[in-house]
Antibody, heavy 123, light 107 residues
């Protein structure tokens, strides 16, 4: 059974940093690209960042480029999101999500999501 | 690529047929997915490639469209279908975008 379990959320002051983790199990983690998607309170879904299975390619939304860093440790089956220079508008539930299909397929949706971890940026 | 869903909210009754529309700002072929999200829960994949039903999803859900105009149809609403629905474009993989959501409420 595929499981994605996020951790690391919490309350942080503006300008601060936080690192989120997503522990994966039930599939060959290194074969799949992974993403982070966030949802501000009462708002819609926003794709944040993605990383290839090997970790060699990373992608970011313009809203977080230069502040957030996605990474993965395939030996630990864990995905990370390092968030620096946090702003109030980064307040959201952060979900990790798995691509449905491995490469070479592209344009694949997310078939599994974690339960989410809440990040609150406030003084 | 911008996605615009309509309506933003919808009231319907159990047994009704419901259609939600998603329009893309440019052509995305059939690279579109639909998700269902219930309060406090993660989104759930319903449909991908515009019309392919995800395994385990009831057949009352269907999707259609290509290019810029897409629809999600629920043929006969069940109580568990009241939720918020999002479309997602997959054309600019992996720089995905989502529609703003359609909240389906009980009339």
């Amino acid at each position: 059974e595929v499981q994605l379990v996020e951790s690391g959320g919490g309350l942080v002051q503006p300008g601060g940093s936080l690192r989120l983790s997503c522990a994966a199990s039930g599939f060959t983690f290194s074969s799949y690209a992974m993403s982070w998607v966030r949802q501000a309170p009462g708002k819609g879904l926003e794709w944040v960042s993605a990383i290839s299975g090997s970790g060699g390619s990373t992608y970011y939304a313009d809203s977080v480029k230069g502040r957030f860093t996605i990474s993965r440790d395939n030996s630990k089956n864990t995905l990370y999101l390092q968030m620096n220079s946090l702003r109030a508008e980064d307040t959201a539930v952060y979900y990790c999500a798995k691509d449905k299909l491995p490469p070479p397929v592209v344009a694949t949706p997310f078939d599994y999501w974690g339960q989410g971890t809440l990040v609150t940026v406030s003084s | 690529i911008q996605l615009t869903q309509s309506p933003s909210s919808l009231s319907a009754s159990v047994g009704d047929r419901v259609t939600i529309t998603c329009r893309a700002s440019q052509g995305i072929s059939s690279y579109l997915a639909w998700y269902q999200q219930k309060p406090g829960k993660a989104p759930k994949l319903l449909i991908y490639a515009a019309s392919t039903l995800q395994s385990g999803v009831p057949s009352r859900f269907s999707g259609s469209g290509s290019g810029t105009d897409f629809t999600l149809t629920i043929s006969s609403l069940q109580p568990e279908d009241f939720a918020t629905y999002y479309c997602q474009q997959l054309n600019s993989y992996p720089l995905y975008t989502f529609g703003q959501g359609t909240k389906l409420e009980i009339k």
